[in-house]
């Protein structure tokens, strides 16, 4: 079914594919071990239900980086990119992340889409605002964008070391929320720091949605590698122009 709004999109739970144990069921991430024919057999079934072309799939290893690759660029096999943009009908971006924050992109007016994988480290070095960048090369208008952070770690579960909320302190001062005391350590928001950093770029606040469930915490909807390591399975968040 096409939808009225122009984009498909979404941000998959962990239940209806076939891949098995700790990974059941809807496994899409093939570099943790999973059976590549399970993994095959998960995104097919995931393009049919969102009504794409699974051959028309973009996905890139993520490395917790901050480079974003545009449509029409060469893209090999092993490209290595934690953001994506698209200005064409047809491609579908995917951003794999189980705790990790899958953020997906839509300026309706530019027809231009983007999707990102930012965990601490793309965060602090700003991934998701160089898909913004990237997104403007294509004719996109920061307060026409519409981001959507999807199931990822809370603050609630996001404990962290000294040494990384240093990292946090000294990229971005202090943002109100995103350092919050835990019972043992410091937690961080990852969420607060993303809105605050799309907003200081002109995105509104209004088309921001941030407060999607964590997924350490909820174990039957969603893969988490806090909770289970590389045994576990990844999401893959997904955004296509129609
Ligand atoms: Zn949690």
Not at 76 to 90: I, R, T, Y
Not at 132 to 152: D, K, T
Not at 184 to 203: A, M, P, Y
């Amino acid at each position: 079914m096409i939808p009225a709004d122009g984009f498909t999109h979404g941000f998959p739970e962990r239940t209806g594919g076939v891949s098995t144990g700790p990974r059941s069921s809807l496994n899409l991430g093939a570099r943790w071990g999973d059976d590549k024919a399970n993994v095959a057999a998960n995104r097919r079934m995931l393009a049919e239900h969102a009504g794409y072309d699974p051959s028309k799939l973009i996905a890139t290893r993520h490395v917790h980086g901050t480079n974003v690759w545009r449509f029409g660029e060469p893209l090999a096999d092993d490209a290595e990119f934690d953001g994506l943009v698209c200005n064409e009908v047809g491609p579908v971006l995917g951003a794999f992340a189980a705790d990790c924050i899958p953020i997906l992109f839509a300026e309706p007016t530019a027809r231009v889409v983007g999707a990102a994988h930012a965990g601490w480290r793309g965060t602090v070095g700003g991934v998701a605002t160089n898909v913004i960048e990237r997104m403007r090369e294509l004719g996109a208008r920061p307060e026409r964008v519409r981001v959507a952070l999807g199931p990822s770690i809370g603050a609630c579960c996001f404990e962290v070391g000294p040494e990384v909320v240093a990292e946090f302190t000294a990229a971005f001062g202090a943002v109100p929320g995103m350092v919050v005391d835990g019972p043992n350590k410091q937690h961080i928001d990852l969420r607060v720091v993303t809105r605050s950093l799309l907003e200081k770029v002109g995105v509104q606040p209004e088309h921001i949605d941030d407060r999607p469930p964590c997924t350490r915490c909820e174990g039957d909807r969603f893969f988490s590698y806090r909770r289970d390591g590389r045994e576990g399975g990844v999401h893959m968040a997904f955004i296509g122009l129609v």
